[in-house]
Antibody
Framework: QVQLVESGGGVVQPGGSLRLSCAASGFTFSSYGMHWVRQAPGKGLEWVAFIRYDGSNKYYADSVKGRFTISRDNSKNTLYLQMNSLRAEDTAVYYC??????????WGQGTLVTVSS | QSALTQPASVSGSPGQSITISCTGTSSDVGSYNLVSWYQQHPGKAPKLMIYEGSKRPSGVSNRFSGSKSGNTASLTISGLQAEDEADYYCCSYAGSSTLGVVFGGGTKLTVL
């Protein structure tokens, strides 16, 4: 059974940094691309970033480009999202998700990031 | 990376059918057969209901179906049940320039 467990969320001041992790199990992590998707409180889903199965290519939404970095460690079955220069509008639940053929098939339960002074 | 357009809300009575539309452009929905639909109950993670426009993952009821015409995709739920009340989001591949995906704004389904 696919399991994706996010961690690392919390409260951070504007301008600060945070690193999210996503521990994957139940599938061959190194064979699949992975996404980060976020959802601001009471709002819709927003795609954040995607990384290919081997980490060779990374893609970002315009809203986070230059501030966020997606990465992965296939030896640890873990996906990361390094978030820098955080803004109030980055406040959201962040989900990691498994990709199959450019479709998000499985979602984690999410971790809440709050950017506030 | 503009969001896809969905109606904010739809409603129907138990047993009826409803359809949720999702309008994109010729750069996303219109160019690729890569539209997916997600169901999200309050406080829960989204769940995949339809992928590649009309395919159902294992375990999803055949009351859920998807289609596409031009730049607009649609999700139809037949035989509405109380547990279908949720938010529904469409999603499409956004093209090779970004290799990302774009979501619709979401539709709140109310079962009367």
């Amino acid at each position: 059974q696919v399991q994706l467990v996010e961690s690392g969320g919390g409260v951070v001041q504007p301008g600060g940094s945070l690193r999210l992790s996503c521990a994957a199990s139940g599938f061959t992590f190194s064979s699949y691309g992975m996404h980060w998707v976020r959802q601001a409180p009471g709002k819709g889903l927003e795609w954040v970033a995607f990384i290919r199965y081997d980490g060779s290519n990374k893609y970002y939404a315009d809203s986070v480009k230059g501030r966020f970095t997606i990465s992965r460690d296939n030896s640890k079955n873990t996906l990361y999202l390094q978030m820098n220069s955080l803004r109030a509008e980055d406040t959201a639940v962040y989900y990691c998700a498994k990709d199959i053929g450019i479709t998000i098939f499985w979602w984690g339960q999410g971790t809440l990031v709050t950017v506030s002074s | 990376q503009s969001a896809l357009t969905q109606p904010a809300s739809v409603s129907g009575s138990p047993g009826q059918s409803i359809t949720i539309s999702c309008t994109g452009t010729s750069s996303d929905v219109g160019s690729y057969n890569l539209v997916s639909w997600y169901q999200q109950h309050p406080g829960k993670a989204p769940k995949l209901m339809i992928y590649e426009g009309s395919k159902r993952p294992s375990g999803v009821s055949n009351r859920f179906s998807g289609s596409k015409s031009g730049n607009t995709a649609s999700l139809t739920i037949s035989g509405l049940q109380a547990e279908d009340e949720a938010d529904y989001y469409c999603c499409s591949y956004a093209g090779s320039s970004t290799l990302g995906v774009v979501f619709g704004g979401g539709t709140k389904l109310t079962v009367l």
